[in-house]
């Protein structure tokens, strides 16, 4: 449980992707098991080997959760972390809710990606700021109140593990009822974030991916997550802490 450590992303490409000089189109369609349409959404992937520029299989996950959850989502103001092409953040968009997209304030090429990827879902409402973890940014502190916080894979360098819950936690401070909706691959079982979860007065709690369909290795069409271990868990603050 919550074993979380570094290693390289993989991804891929299928051949029926649309390729520019500098971009791969993706498609990811999330089927409905209630009924309603599928949802389609489009991303621009960059071809840059930097961790922003294409999607992740975390994120896939994430998105399919998302999808599942749509109702909750409509009306709930959503900030994504870390958001890169933002796949999880767009779906959100899809489903009715206010999407603010943050990625470093020091890598405005993340940012111009997560205002690409606003465009071709022609979700233009969506906000998009610099946020760098751990930092009590004005950027930061100017934010409404957030229903739901999206992360997936942020955490990758254990350097970053204590200022993405610290971040979470102060976005908790104007919301204590919010929730930190996150995907990680498993890649070692030396490292944890349970420790740091106590320090800071936040709880997990595990959500099974046979319970929103996602315990597959192809997921909306793509060839994500494939056969990385991927788990998804939901972090909120203690009560009365």
């Not at 891929?12 to 599928?38: A, L, Q, Y």
């Not at 299989?57 to 103001?77: D, F, G, I, M, R």
């Not at 369909?213 to 788990?231: C, D």
Request: hydrophobic share 40%.
């Amino acid at each position: 449980m919550l074993n979380i450590a570094m290693d390289s992303h993989s991804g891929s490409i299928n051949m029926n992707d649309s390729v520019d000089t500098r971009f791969v189109h993706k498609t990811f369609t999330f089927e409905s098991h209630d009924g309603t349409p599928p949802l389609a959404v489009s991303i621009p992937e960059v071809l840059d080997p930097q961790y922003g520029m294409y999607v992740w299989p975390c994120a896939v996950v994430l998105a399919q959760y998302l999808w599942t959850a749509k109702e909750k989502l409509q009306n709930s103001t959503v900030l994504e972390l870390g958001a890169g092409v933002s796949l999880p953040g767009v779906v959100a968009a899809k489903c009715g809710a206010q999407v603010i997209l943050s990625d470093s304030a020091e890598l405005p090429l993340c940012l111009n990606n997560c205002k690409r990827s606003c465009e071709v879902n022609d979700v233009t409402s969506v906000s998009v700021v610099g946020l760098t973890w751990g930092q009590v940014s004005p950027e930061l502190l100017s934010l409404p109140p957030v229903d739901i916080i999206l992360g997936s894979d942020v955490f990758y360098e254990p350097e970053d593990f204590e200022d993405v819950l610290v971040t979470v936690l102060l976005l908790l401070k104007h919301n204590p009822n919010a929730q930190f909706w996150t995907t990680y691959q498993e890649r070692s079982t030396d490292w944890s974030i349970e420790a740091l979860l106590h320090k800071w007065n936040l709880k997990c709690v595990d959500v099974p991916l046979e319970t929103f369909h996602a315990n597959r290795n192809h997921l909306a069409g793509s060839s994500l997550p494939g056969n990385h271990t991927i788990q998804m868990m939901i972090v909120t603050a203690v009560a009365n802490a």
